[in-house]
């Protein structure tokens, strides 16, 4: 049976636009408990040599699903975000046992970290397919990965690595910046300077407390002014990157995606202020019966709060396709 997405919904009073939607996470956010849950808390050796150590936790209540649900957080997240408690709280209400990821050098990771995650990142999502595989109550995985994590995932199900390290389902991406460089030039705009210096108020906070850096890298990156700078002499050369732009250029998911060889869903809205929609209506989602692309009129940024939904319609969504 087609999976049929009201891609068209109509937005949930008071969240009308892109912008209110963007937000309604910081004006409204959700109130999500898990305690009701089992917790076991997870920890993963990144398996490069650098001794780094992913954490994790897995969650369950009373699971009726053979299909482990792994949630990966976005750009400047951890495993405890709100949107991720809410999709913990749908998918163990629902029966599955679910897992929740920090990315590597995120949340809590991050002092046992000497390298961090970007938006091609995708060898940490091999490692923990393997490790999850390795489990004996775990049997099939899907993936639903949020903004940076979903353009991680979208890389990711076109690599022979990740693809072949577990018995995947799904993959669900939400709001990803499908080129990455689109998505750095969106903040440059006047109109989204709040959320750009949002995001480099949480760099600034962040990024300096990781092992290794040198006092003139900390004192840089207390003084960043913009994602794309930080991009530009950390994450570029940290990657082996000569150029912010060499590194969007080669991470950026719309240059795989036609390739993916797990089934994907790929949700976004044309009314994100982040992330520019045109490089999804420029794929020709079609030549691949595995992809199934959701560009809807209205969500915002990782929003997308509908009428008649209690939750984010995302959640509704990408249950029905992990079950179709």
């Known amino acids: 049976m087609p999976l049929h997405l ?18 309604s996470a910081v004006l409204s956010p959700p109130k999500v408990r898990l305690e009701d849950a089992t917790i076991e808390e997870l920890r993963i050796d990144a398996d490069d040599g ?42 163990v209400s629902q029966g599955y046992p679910v897992v929740r990821m920090n990315l590597r050098g995120a949340g809590a990771s991050r002092l046992l970290c000497t390298r961090n995650y970007h938006g091609g990142f995708t060898q940490d999502l091999a490692v923990m397919a393997r490790a999850f595989a390795g489990r004996s109550d775990v049997q099939r995985l899907a993936w639903i990965g949020i903004s940076l994590s979903g353009n991680m995932l979208l890389k990711a199900a076109s690599e022979a690595a990740f693809c072949e390290a577990a018995d995947h389902g799904k993959l669900v991406s939400i709001s990803a910046p499908f080129d990455l460089r689109a998505t750095a030039n969106r903040f440059k705009r006047r109109r989204n300077a709040l959320y750009s210096r949002y995001l480099v108020n949480k760099i600034r906070k962040q990024m300096p407390h990781q092992p290794g850096l040198t006092a003139a890298q900390v004192e840089h990156l207390r003084r960043i002014n913009s994602v794309g700078e ?10 082996g990157y000569a150029s912010a732009d060499a590194y969007y250029f080669d991470n950026s998911a719309s ?7 797990i089934p994907c869903l790929a949700i976004t809205a044309a009314a994100d202020p982040w992330i520019d929609a045109q490089p999804y209506r420029a794929v020709p989602w079609e030549k691949n019966a595995l992809l199934t692309p959701a560009i809807c009129r209205t969500g915002g940024h990782v929003g997308f709060h509908a009428q008649g939904y209690d939750t984010p319609i995302y959640t509704r969504w990408s249950q029905a396709f992990i079950e179709g």
């Open 255 to 261: 240059r795989y995606v036609l390739d993916a060889k």
């Open 6 to 23: 009201d891609v068209n919904f109509r937005p949930k009073a008071p969240w009308f636009g892109g912008d209110l939607q963007t937000l």
């Open 50 to 91: 650098t001794g780094d150590v992913l954490l994790g936790q897995r969650l369950t209540q009373a699971p009726t699903k053979e299909t482990t649900v792994v949630l990966l957080h976005g750009l400047l997240g951890d495993y405890d975000r709100d949107y991720m408690r809410l999709l913990s709280r749908h998918y």
């Open 230 to 239: 930080y991009d530009e002499h950390f994450t570029a050369p940290d990657n």
